[in-house]
Nanobody
Framework: QLQASGGGLVQAGGSLRLSCAAS????????AGWYRQAPGKQRELVAL???????NYADPAKGRFTISRDNAKKTVYLQMNSLNPEDTAVYSC????????????????WGQGTLVTVSS
């Protein structure tokens, strides 16, 4: 089970930090990540962090967002800086993603989603 928190309303240029706490014993062995879905758009990857600590960012997140994990707390974080209205979406955490040819495949475990709204 994954429990996400930290979304909200922020002005353009502001910051938010999302958190996603997991239950169970498999967290440290799995990739953890964040996906988002904006109104009328498909869900897209934001960032992943593998069990090794290696990270993978989608282009819109590079240089602005930082993903991290605390295995002792079974929690993955997404620090989002320099937010703009195009970042408005429901952000969902995911556990168990894997690399595939041409991209990544989300894992089977999803959090409930947290809404991020960036006003201009």
């Amino acid at each position: 089970q994954l429990q996400a928190s930290g979304g909200g309303l922020v002005q353009a240029g502001g910051s938010l930090r999302l958190s996603c706490a997991a239950s169970g014993s498999s967290f440290s062995r799995n990739a953890a990540g964040w996906y988002r879905q904006a109104p009328g758009k498909q869900r897209e990857l934001v960032a992943l962090i593998f069990s090794s600590g290696r990270t993978n960012y989608a282009d819109p997140a590079k240089g602005r967002f930082t993903i991290s994990r605390d295995n002792a707390k079974k929690t993955v974080y997404l620090q989002m800086n320099s937010l703009n209205p195009e970042d408005t979406a429901v952000y969902s955490c995911n556990l168990g993603a894997r690399l595939a040819i041409g991209g990544t495949i989300p894992g089977p475990y999803w959090g409930q989603g947290t809404l991020v709204t960036v006003s201009s």
